[in-house]
């Protein structure tokens, strides 16, 4: 199993827009048909879900352990690494890594975080490094297949959830030095503490809000004063490593802050003088990933769906299957209505974050709280349809219900999801008097 190359042909919707306009080509072209590429990329992610990542799913849970096998085995196939990354960014439907996640998080969403969770680090770097830092830090998240690394972005700190403009850790200027120092703490960091690239948003001027933030690489095979927390145990998700981060007396170089030190200097003047500034370190990664995060829930959606779709067909009641009853089949059909829904609304937004349309109504947002509703409520459904043995461990539905609750919290709340839609819909950005977003 290797990764499918990429063969970018628009022959298929070319022909379709052909026959749509009678044989004269259409001047635009709609399509959700994936493309022969998408469907390589998406069977070749589902054969690696099968195969590989189901049947661990329950062990690693159990172990509550990072899967470094796994890893390493989806390294080896190009699923995971900066190439397979790059292939998966590049497509540019915006399409590629929702299709991907859908299909590793359809194998199992704990392995899957596992495995994705470098992501958010690399969408940091990626959408506020500049070029060198980019080529630098970016291929040195994923490691070698033979020494594979992961990658965590550190945000969140115990006072600073959904309010990221609480950060408390600071970073300052030594000029004798040329360092920077970070002093904090660091909470619920996923792959905190076991990777080695930590990107860590800190403030550089407290008075500013998030206005004052920045984003910071930290290397814990090169800087001193970065240690590993305590490790969470967690309701779901649990082959994921979820912990706290420390930072004391951390020293990183001048070039570590991510665009630069003379942009953040440029930038940060600008708020000060009370001019507009375009990027808030946290949110921007946060708006980038929210439609890939929704893939990620529907991943798990579609997973129980199908498994209580088969188990409804399968087990008798009263001398007929259970899909038999209205009360069953109406559940599964509205399982199968909300799942789709989600996905029109997961792809819309990578279309439009990957074309750089902007999302005028929080549709992002709008992509990431519906598929994490619609992964709660499938999920819970779907144990319902199993009755008792959809209680037990012994049957996979109760995890998928665990790993589905958290995306109805991480990156934005459903809540602040809501209050991010509001605001985008009124126009107006204070509304409900506070500054998260
Ligand atoms: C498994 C896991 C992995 C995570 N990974 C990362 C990671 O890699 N990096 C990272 O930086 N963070 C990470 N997080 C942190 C996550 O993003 C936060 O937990 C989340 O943003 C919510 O913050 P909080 O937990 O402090 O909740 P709080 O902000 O305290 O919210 C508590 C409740 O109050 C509600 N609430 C708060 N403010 C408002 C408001 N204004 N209006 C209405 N309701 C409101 C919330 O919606 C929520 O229901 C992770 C968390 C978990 C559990």
Redesign the pocket.
């Known amino acids: 199993m290797s990764a499918p190359s990429s063969t970018a042909s628009s022959d298929e919707a070319t022909a379709q827009a052909e026959a749509v306009a009678g044989g004269e080509p259409a001047e635009t072209t709609f399509s959700l048909s994936l493309t022969q590429d998408q469907k390589d990329i998406r069977d070749w992610v589902h054969g690696f879900a099968a195969d590989v990542v189901r049947p661990a799913a329950h062990e690693w849970d159990e172990k509550e352990q990072t899967p470094w096998p796994i890893i390493q085995e989806a390294a080896k196939i190009g699923l995971y690494g900066f190439e397979g990354m790059a292939q998966f960014f590049a497509d540019p439907s915006g399409l590629g890594l929702p299709i991907v996640n859908e299909e590793l998080f359809w194998g199992d969403a704990g392995i899957g975080?596992s495995i994705m969770?470098t992501a958010?680090a690399v969408a940091a770097i990626f959408g506020q490094g500049n070029g060198e830092q980019i080529g630098e830090w970016i291929p040195r998240c994923f490691g070698t297949v033979d020494d594979v690394k992961v990658a965590?972005?550190?945000?969140?700190?115990?006072?600073?959830?959904?309010?990221?403009s609480g950060v408390r850790t600071w970073a300052k200027f030594d000029e004798a030095s040329g360092e920077w120092i970070l002093n904090g703490q660091?909470?619920?960091?996923?792959?905190?503490g076991i990777s080695d690239v930590h990107v860590v948003?800190a403030s550089v001027d407290r008075e500013l809000g998030s206005k004052g933030h920045a984003a910071f690489v930290v290397p814990m095979s090169e800087a001193k004063g970065i240690s590993q927390g305590a490790k969470?145990s967690?309701?779901?998700?649990r082959a994921?490593h979820?912990a706290d981060v420390y930072l004391d007396d951390c020293r990183v170089p001048a070039n570590y802050v991510l665009g630069g030190k003379d942009k953040l200097d440029e930038r940060i003047a600008r708020v000060r003088e009370g001019k507009k500034s375009k990027s808030q370190a946290?949110m921007q990664t946060?708006e980038s990933s929210r439609p890939t995060v929704g893939s990620q829930a529907l991943g798990i959606a579609r997973a129980a769906y199908e498994y209580s779709l088969e188990y409804a067909k399968e087990r008798e009641q009263f001398g007929r299957k259970i899909i038999d009853n209205q009360a069953i089949a109406f559940t599964l059909a509205r399982m199968k209505l909300e799942i789709d829904a989600a996905r029109l609304l997961v792809w819309r937004a990578s279309w439009m974050g990957r074309n750089q349309v902007p999302f005028e109504n929080a549709e992002g947002s709008m992509s990431k709280l519906k598929a994490g509703e619609v992964a709660v409520w499938v999920t819970e459904r779907a144990i319902q349809i199993l009755g008792g043995n959809g209680y037990t461990r012994e049957f996979p539905v109760e995890r998928w219900h665990r790993d589905a609750k958290?995306y109805?919290?991480?990156?934005?709340?459903?809540?602040?999801q809501?209050?991010v839609i509001s605001r985008a819909i009124s126009g107006i950005p204070g509304l409900?008097?506070?500054s998260?977003s």
């Not at 965590?152 to 990221?164: H, I």
């Not at 967690?234 to 998700?237: D, R, Y």
């Open positions: 975080m969770g958010l965590a972005f550190c945000a969140s700190e115990p006072n600073a959830g959904s309010d990221v660091k909470a619920w960091a996923t792959n905190g948003i969470v967690k309701h779901g998700l994921s979820t946290a946060f958290i109805d919290i991480f990156e934005g709340t459903a809540e602040i809501q209050m409900f008097g506070s998260a």
